[in-house]
């Protein structure tokens, strides 16, 4: 309670435009309480194919209809190229299109703008290009087959394995 009063009082001194905050995991809790709140103006989260689809875009809806605005992250969901990732790793997530499939996904949703990664110029390129065509039947067939691609790999904050995930 302290720190949204703090960000409060930051907003009415002018020190900050928008309050908000954000989160990566307990959505269905989370975000209906940040609402109800009213004293949030944005919230990032994570949002991309590999979770739960339904149940985000409800929770993201919610959010809209309160004005609150949406920033999703981690909308590559294991098909980001990161420099420091190693050869293994690079190899495990790297497929022609899915990058792009995974940001034309997360756009489709209106309620929202997402934040991609971006490390070169070709990634620049890409999200350029996710902006100026429409998610398809292609997009889909990609994503698909990338979901079980990197089922060991990503987790899908679902909570159904907490407690008990190998990978913790």
């Not at 703008?113 to 390129?125: H, N």
Request: proline share 5%; net charge neutral; aromatic share 6%.
């Amino acid at each position: 309670a302290d720190l949204i009063e703090a960000q409060q009082e930051a907003k009415k001194a002018g020190k900050i435009r928008f309050a908000g905050f954000s989160t990566h995991a307990g959505h269905d809790v989370v975000i209906p309480a940040g609402i109800k709140t009213g004293k949030f103006d944005v919230i990032l989260t994570t949002y991309n194919f590999a979770m739960d689809k339904q149940r985000l875009d409800a929770l993201i809806q919610s959010a809209a209809d309160a004005g609150v605005g949406i920033v999703a992250m981690k909308v590559m969901a294991g098909a980001f190229q990161l420099p420091d990732m190693s050869a293994s790793a690079r190899e495990m997530v790297k497929r022609p299109g899915v990058g792009l499939a995974a940001l034309k996904w997360a756009l489709r949703n209106p309620n929202l703008v997402a934040i991609p990664s971006m490390s070169d110029m070709d990634q620049l390129d890409q999200n350029f290009k996710a902006m100026s065509v429409p998610f398809g039947p292609a997009d889909e067939k990609l994503l698909v087959a990338q979901l079980e691609h990197i089922r060991p790999l990503y987790c899908r904050t679902c909570g159904q394995c907490e407690g008990t995930c190998q990978m913790g």
